[in-house]
Structure formats: structure tokens, C-alpha cells
């Protein structure tokens, strides 16, 4: 057995991870008496782990507001750190586990996605790997939750924008997508000349939900250009968009491919010049020890993109 020269581990001999469990729990509960109760521990068993937090890192961490506490800064900038470290600490288990080359991989993503990028790289990954896949529906908003929750181990989503990326989640871009404006053929808009915001502003419009990433680039679009959007129905993913496109209720503003199985009965225009091209990501939480089939599925996704340049 190699040596191991003696350490007294300076500060962090101090710690214990059932410490930083009870303070992750604080911080995630809003106080002391509910941190405790999904612990399964006492209060006063909760209270003593976090003023030994404080003693070690010299730092008050919450401020008492009635029965309720406040986290301070510098218990905000210890929690990032310490879910991260918890994350991985918990990951382990799965490393080391002999049968772990198996486990299920459980996934959330969009209708549009699976139905047209996701269902070819999943089947060609079960003929490799014994894994069971556990695959659920879900926005970026649902797919925070989900992996927040560690209800999910895997995410895939369209990319986030400038300052709306989690910072508990890791991104790591997949494959790209371009901006599309989807009218039935014979629609309007989809025999007009121009393609611009200003005739997009003219018609009925189907958009995502307030506060996703399609629907943020779009409402900047038309703020930088004056104009009012004329919304009629609101979904929470591209494949709900385009069954109203479909249905001839307006035009449809979504994250996707032209020549996609969902758009290819309906007329498409790039709107790539007004929102950008956008990435699909895949997302986990951060300090996450993925298994080395959780990898090769992450990798043969990539090969999308490769595929079509």
C-alpha cells in the first residue's frame, strides 16, 4: 500500500459532510425547523451544525428574521460551492459500483427534439448498452427543476441566454439549431415577399411561454425594432407550436430545423438574421461524476451537428 503522509487536513479536519448536508438543507428549506424535519433531525441538532459552519469559516451565515432566517452573502456564495461538492461526493457511489454500467439514465427533454434530433442517437445507443432510459418531457424550466430535484441525471434544452444560465447547472452544447418562422403553405406570410419583423408583426402569432429562451430572443427582437407582437396562443414546446401552426391558427415562432419531420408539410422562413442561431445543450448539475456510458450518449448526440456540415 503506498504511503499517505500524515496531514491534519488544516481547517476542513473541522468539517464533517453531515455538516454540510444540514447547511445545504437550511439553505434549500428557508429555516431551521424545516431543514430539520427532512433531515430527520432535531433543531437543536441543526442549529449546532451550522454554528460549527460558522466557527470553522469564521463567517455568520444566516441572519434571524422571526422564526425564519436569512441567508447572508457569504452563506450564498458557500452554498454554490458546497452543492457542488455534494453533488459529486454523491456521484461517487455510482462510480465505484460495479452494476452502475447498467443503471438507468434518465433524461428530459423537448417533444420537437425527441421526435426529430434524439430518437436515432437513443436507439443506436441501446444497441451498445444495457442501460434502461427513463425519457420525460419537459422546457428548460421543467428540466431545472428536474435536475435540481435530482430527479433526472440528464437534460437537454435549447441554450440559455446572457445571464439566465443556472449556476448550479454545468452546459455543455450538443448540436445547433436556427430560429424558424412556420406558416401553413398558402398562408399570408408565408407568400409575402419579405420575411422581416415588420411583416412577422402583421399576423397571428404562436410563441413559447413568457420567460423561456426562444420567447426572450424574440420579445428583444421586436423591442429593438419598435414593434408590438401579435399573440394569440403561448405553448410550452416547438412540437405543441407547430400542431397550432398546422391547425391554421397564425405563424409559429420556434427552435428547430426546416427540414424537420414536423415542418415539412408547412412553409418555413430562417429568422437566424433577427434571433441568431441558437444551441441545443445538454445540462447536469454541476460537480456531477457522469458514467462512461452517460458520456458516449452525450458524445454520439454531438455527432448531429458533424453529420450535417
Not at 9 to 18: E, H, I, K, Y
Not at 102 to 112: L, P, Q, S
Not at 241 to 246: E, G, H, K, L, R
Request: charged residues 25%.
Amino acid at each position: 500500500m503506498p504511503h499517505v503522509p500524515d496531514s491534519d487536513g488544516g481547517r476542513s479536519a473541522d468539517l464533517s459532510v453531515a455538516q454540510l448536508h444540514t447547511f445545504r438543507q437550511v439553505m434549500q428549506e428557508g429555516g431551521y425547523a424545516a431543514a430539520a424535519k427532512v433531515s430527520h433531525l432535531s433543531v437543536p441538532s441543526v442549529w449546532q451544525h451550522i454554528r460549527s459552519l460558522e466557527k470553522v469559516y469564521g463567517v455568520q451565515l444566516f441572519d434571524r428574521e422571526g422564526r425564519q432566517v436569512r441567508p447572508t452573502e457569504a452563506a450564498r456564495r458557500l452554498y454554490e460551492q458546497v452543492d457542488r461538492i455534494l453533488v459529486q461526493l454523491e456521484s461517487t457511489f455510482d462510480l465505484v459500483d460495479a452494476s452502475a454500467g447498467d443503471k438507468t439514465i434518465r433524461i428530459v427533454t423537448g417533444v420537437r427534439m425527441m421526435l426529430e434530433d434524439l430518437a436515432g442517437p437513443l436507439a443506436a445507443f441501446r444497441q451498445r448498452h444495457p442501460n434502461r432510459l427513463v425519457i420525460r418531457q419537459g422546457n428548460e424550466h421543467r428540466a431545472e427543476e428536474l435536475l435540481l430535484a435530482d430527479e433526472v441525471d440528464l437534460a437537454m434544452t435549447l441554450e440559455p441566454g446572457l445571464k439566465q444560465a443556472s449556476p448550479y447547472l454545468h452546459y455543455e452544447p450538443a448540436y445547433t439549431v436556427e430560429f424558424l418562422a412556420v406558416a401553413k403553405k398558402g398562408h399570408p406570410y408565408a407568400t409575402a415577399r419579405s420575411g422581416s419583423l415588420k411583416e412577422l408583426a402583421k399576423h397571428d402569432l404562436i410563441v413559447t411561454t413568457t420567460g423561456t429562451h426562444g420567447r426572450d430572443a424574440l420579445d428583444q427582437a421586436f423591442h429593438r425594432e419598435g414593434l408590438k407582437a401579435r399573440i394569440v396562443a403561448e405553448t410550452d414546446n416547438s412540437a405543441f407550436t407547430i400542431a397550432c401552426v398546422a391547425a391554421g391558427m397564425g405563424v409559429g415562432i420556434l427552435a428547430g430545423r426546416a427540414n424537420g419531420d414536423l415542418c415539412r408539410k408547412l412553409a418555413t422562413r430562417s429568422m437566424n438574421k433577427h434571433f441568431g442561431r441558437r444551441r441545443i445543450s445538454w445540462m447536469w448539475r454541476k460537480g456531477r461524476l457522469l458514467s462512461e456510458p452517460m458520456l458516449e450518449l452525450i458524445e454520439a448526440v454531438k455527432q448531429l451537428d458533424r453529420a450535417e456540415s
